[in-house]
Structure formats: structure tokens, C-alpha cells
């Protein structure tokens, strides 16, 4: 199985890259903050937790989302590999995800991080919560959601540079530049 992390800051272009990835590689994607979304449509008691945390722009509580993902994991034995998007979002997660994968005998590939300055992250989002109706794509949600990241998410990199699996991205130009930056990483894993 080939699994990989799409790694990167509200806006970077996980969803859009990992899109393309799932086309190329016929990979399964898992994208917590979506299947969130699903259960706050879904008015389903998972979703009116959810909501709280989302619409200020902070993360959901590490036990909740582990047990989420180690569901989701369960449904994904057949699977040529998955793109893990959105998750993990702390270090605790990520211990979460080794073990998790551990025990189903898989491991983590790869790590592509898409790297992008803040300003362009935030112009991005802003671009996005015009389309999106996202309840967190406003500005005060968006600067919330970036100052999570610096604090809670980007440890991670340091994680799993320690663990080889790190692969930095330059995640500004076309998504077709970006995309052709990708395979040029996973080509050579
Ligand atoms: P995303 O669609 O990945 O930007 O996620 C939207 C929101 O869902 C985040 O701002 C968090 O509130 C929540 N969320 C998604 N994934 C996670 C996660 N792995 N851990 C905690 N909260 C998450």
C-alpha cells in the first residue's frame, strides 16, 4: 500500500492535490475536516460537537478524532494505499496513526508538505469562503485556524523529519506545477 500525509496549512491545497492524487494513483482519501462536515450536515450529535470546535477555528479533541480515523482505518483494508488529509493535526495524532497502522501492519510512506507563505494562505481562504459557504473561511476564523496550526501542527514537521518521512513542497504556481512536484517525490519512494 502506498499511504501518504498530505501535510499543510489551511489553504495549502491538501483537498485540491490530494484530488489529483486519488485520479493518478487510484489511492483512498481520508479527509477528517470533510467527514466532519458531513456529520454537521448530517445533524448528527458527532456533528453538533464538531461545530462548536470548527466555527472557532480550533481543533477537535485528539480522543474524538482518533477513534473517528481508526473507524474510517477499519473500513480500508482492500486499498491500494491512502491519502491521509487533515490528519494527523498534533503530535499526539500522530503517534495515534503509527500505531494505528502498526497494528494493521501498514506504515506511513510519505509525508508531502505543501509549503505556503501565510498571506497567500489567508488570500486563498478569504478567495474560497466566497464559494465554499465553509463557516470558517471568514477572517477571524482563518487567523484562528493559522495560529492553530503554528502552535499544534507544525511540530510536526519536526516529527517526521526524525522519521524520514518529511518531503517539503514549494505548494505556490499552478496546481498542475505543484502536482508534476508530487509525483517527482512519489516516483522516487
Ligand atoms: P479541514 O477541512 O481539514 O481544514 O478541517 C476543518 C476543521 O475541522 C478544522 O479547523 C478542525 O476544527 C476540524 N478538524 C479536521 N481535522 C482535524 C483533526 N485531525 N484534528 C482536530 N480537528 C480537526
Redo the contacts with the bound molecule.
Sequence with gaps: MLNVIIFGA?GSGKGTQSEKLIEEYGLDHI????V?REEIKNNTELGKI?AQ??EK????PDDL?IDILSTILDTKGNSKGVIF??????IS?AHALKKMLNERNEQINAVIALEVEDAELIGRLLNRGKVSGRS?DNLETIQK?LQVYHSQTAPLIEYYKEENLYNAIEGSGSIDEIFARIKAVIKNL
Design positions: 489551511p479527509s477528517t475536516g470533510e466532519l464538531a470546535y470548527i477555528g480550533q481543533l477537535i478524532i488529509d487533515g490528519f494527523p493535526r498534533t495524532q470558517d485556524r
